[in-house]
C-alpha cells in the first residue's frame, strides 16, 4: 500500500497494493483490492469493498449510510467490482437491511461527476452515468446500459441491458433492454441503435428486435396479447427473448411505453 502522509486509514480497513492519496479517509470495515487508487479527498466508509483497479477521483463519498429516515444501515454493505471510472464528487450508499443489506456496482462502469448510486440499487457491468444522473433506492441497471447527464431513475425502476436514458429524462417506469426513453417524464422513442451498432450487434439482430418492439408497442390488441404474439414469432431469437424475460420477471412493474413509432 501507498498512502499520503495526511490520509486517516482506520486500523480495520483491509487494503492491498492500493494508491491513497492526500486527505483521504478509509474507514473501520473497507477492503481495498489491488489496484485500487483514491486520487485524493476521498471518502470511503462502512462495510464498504472496491474491486481491483478502480480509479475513485477527488471528493467522492462511498459507503456512507443510505438516505432513508427509518434506516440506520447496521450492517449493509456496498460492493463496487473492478476496473470502474468513479469520477468527482460521485455518491453510493450501502444497501439496508429491509432491502437485502446491499448495494452492488458491478465492472468496467464509467462514473462520472457528481452522479449517484442510492441505497439496495444494482449496477451491471460496463454501463455508464453521465453528470449528475441519479438512480433512486432499489433501482436496477442492466449491463452496459447509458444514463444521460442530469436523468433521474425513480426508485425501484429497472432500466434494462444495452438501454440508452436521455439527459434530463425522468424515469417513472421499467425501460426494455435495447430501448431509447427520452423527455420528463419519458417515454420510449425506439431502439438504442447506436449503442447496438457500437458493441457488434448485427443489421439482421437489430431488425428483429425492431420488429419485436413495433409488435410490443403498437397495434389494436391488448398489451397481453401483443407479447405472447411476439413470444411465439421471435422464439429463436435470444435477443428478443430477453425483452420478454425482462416483462416476465416482474409483470408488477408499470412498464414503459412508446411514444411514436420507430
Known amino acids: 500500500m501507498k498512502a499520503h502522509p495526511t490520509a486517516i486509514i482506520d486500523k480495520g480497513a483491509e487494503i492491498g497494493d492500493a494508491e491513497i492519496g492526500p486527505y483521504c479517509v478509509v474507514g473501520d470495515g473497507v477492503k481495498l483490492h489491488d489496484g485500487v487508487e483514491l486520487k485524493s479527498h476521498v471518502v470511503v466508509e462502512g462495510l464498504t469493498e472496491i474491486g481491483a483497479n478502480t480509479q475513485i477521483y477527488p471528493f467522492c463519498v462511498l459507503g456512507e449510510p443510505p438516505q432513508h429516515l427509518g434506516c440506520k444501515g447496521e450492517g449493509a454493505r456496498l460492493v463496487i467490482g473492478s476496473g470502474n471510472i468513479i469520477r468527482e464528487h460521485v455518491t453510493m450508499h450501502r444497501g439496508t437491511i429491509a432491502g437485502g443489506a446491499l448495494t452492488s456496482v458491478g465492472d468496467g462502469g464509467f462514473f462520472m461527476a457528481g452522479s449517484h448510486v442510492a441505497h439496495d440499487c444494482h449496477i451491471g ?12 433506492g432499489h433501482g436496477r441497471i442492466g449491463d452496459f446500459a447509458f444514463l444521460g447527464a442530469f ?15 436521455g439527459g434530463c429524462a425522468a424515469v417513472t417506469t421499467d ?59 421471435f422464439s429463436a431469437s435470444e435477443e428478443v427473448r430477453h425483452i420478454i424475460d425482462f416483462i416476465d420477471v416482474d409483470k408488477a412493474r408499470p412498464l414503459m411505453t412508446a411514444a411514436r413509432e420507430d
Not at 454501463?127 to 438512480?135: D, L, Q, S
Not at 439482421?204 to 410490443?216: D, Q
Open 125 to 136: 457491468n460496463k454501463v455508464i452515468f453521465a453528470n449528475g444522473a441519479a438512480i433512486g
Open 151 to 165: 436523468c433521474a431513475i425513480h426508485q425501484h425502476c429497472r432500466i434494462g441491458d444495452h438501454a440508452f436514458i
Open 175 to 233: 425501460v426494455i433492454p435495447y430501448a431509447s426513453a427520452v423527455g420528463n417524464h419519458a417515454r420510449l422513442v425506439g431502439l438504442n441503435v447506436v449503442g447496438l451498432k457500437r458493441r457488434g450487434f448485427s443489421r439482421e439482430t437489430i431488425h428483429k428486435i425492431r420488429a419485436a418492439y413495433r409488435m410490443l408497442f403498437f397495434g389494436d390488441a391488448v398489451f397481453r396479447d401483443r407479447l405472447e404474439a411476439v413470444r411465439q414469432k
